[in-house]
């Protein structure tokens, strides 16, 4: 058997894929700086590993040229090893989105990470792997990469988010978010399996070429679902959200803020992926599953967000219902307002990853000085620390969609691409969003209130002190909020163009 | 007798499909089932290796090499995977001698 198989392989010479190194660079420059990372951890002294936040902060930021280069190169799309990798402008945004939120983690992590006494070398390490992870995710367009990227990005998390090891909490974080995760892979895998046993590819072009509405096969459709199923945990869709606010409450900070963002971006571009390219003509299955889950996921995600009463689990389950408004133009994909979600998709991430990241840089100025996370600890925060206090109120204003911030112009984004599929179940999401807009204010309400109307606690007036990094971070989370909320043209411009 | 018998029951590839289904089920069942992380963790194994199996026989029912050369990839990630989640289970075992997943629920709400 394996002679007859050997001897019908030899006769046609193995010729090397070509590669598209210029279309790779990112990735390469981010390998690089991975290795630069784990072997300058082994010959600094302890006292000098603060150098290892500014390679991977500048070596973030490389990455970014030739991002940089690849848009302005005219290229439509790159495609490269059969079609299982392809670099196009929609690859490229979101590799944009990734890296510059990884760079705006790595500011956080600078002071935390110091202070805490934390391993730094090993921590940067694992960060940076991650985000190749989700920088390859871009790109995916095969079953196994998708699989190979999703186990990239995933694999470092787990370890980040149980990194304060001798705290209790912090293990429960990392090990309910490893089970459910590696559960979740499990899931997805097997209907993985089953979609390259009814089609016989894993490219996922071949696939979408053989699921047609109305003719799938039993298979097929167990195959979608559980591959959605698979992503619905990385994305914390109802009923698969609740390892989310535990691991979210347990982890560092700099790794919640992580999490929320890129590692959830990072779900929602394979799904854009699997559904874009893979079932572009399977809504029949699709569609209901995403309706029903976006509607469950934000309404319950603002359910439980109105009793919380510590900052990041209530930022937690603000993720989670802001989860559900970016599922929301999902559900009308593959039917007439397919180009209108995918932009509404993408706009609402680059929005939110600002948004998020902002408060909870937030967050991390503030408990440097109240050491607290609960609720009331932000009583009276703008009458001694009045720049903290307005960006707060920015970013919080900005995830309820007040019209001058980003998170406006995210939330049209999203409603136009449902309203705009004229379906009686594209305008049946619209009503359930509108609804959780409106209950979305009062847990983002009620934080206001503690900033501008709370007296503070322990009458502890002294300013706060924050470190030039963390400054960097808001500055920048503040000023994407603004401008792409005054400016919406730059994101839709860029989304415009955006094409799978 | 018997030899005969076992000649005529040539195992066809719908087993192996049946059979990974099977292993699916009992590993994801034990997931929901059992409280000891340990097993837990091996059970998604078990769904793992089923997943293995369900790719090996689509591959032998197609004729092509795609899903055999995806079960490699889904080993040497397990084999990581299996790194990861042992490091986090002692992390949390030493802390806790014979933690359930019912004991470790600090976080609620």
Redesign the interface.
Known sequence: MLSTLLASDVVAPFSSPKIDYHALAPELVLAGVIVAVLLADLFLEESKKWVLSTIAGFGLLAAFIPIVTLAVSGHRARSMFGGAYVVDTYSLLVKGIFLLAGYVVVLLSQNYLEEGDYYQGEYYFLLLSSILGMVMMGSSRD??TI??SL?FLS?PA??LA?WR?RD??S??????Y??LG??AS??M??G???L??DT???ILKGIGAKLQNGSMSPVAVLGIVFVIIGFAFKVSAVPFHNWA??TY??APTPITAFLSVASKAAGFVALINLIYVAFPHGGDVFQPMIGVMAASTMTLGNV?AL??TNIV?MLAYSSISQGGFILMPLAVAGGKSSGNALTAIVTYLAVYAATNLGLFAVIIAVSRKTRSGEVSSWGGLFSYAPLLGVLATAFLASLAGIPPLGGWVAKFGAFRAVITSGTNWGYALAIVGAVNSVIAFGYYGSLMREIWMKPVPDGDTAPIRTPSSLNAALMICGGATLALGVVPGIILRFSDIIKL | MNAVMIAIIEPQPIWYLMLSALLFSIGAFGVLVRRNPLIMFMCIELMLNAVNLSFVAFSRIWGDIGGQSTVFFVLVVAAAEVVVGLGIIVSILRRKPGATADDISLMKG
């Open positions: 079953l196994v699989f190979v186990e694999i787990y370890m149980a090891k209790l909490k293990n429960e974080a990392g090990t309910k490893y089970l590696v559960f499990a899931v895998l097997y993985m399996s089953l390259y046993g016989g590819t894993t606010p535990d409450q347990g439980m009793r919380q689990r």
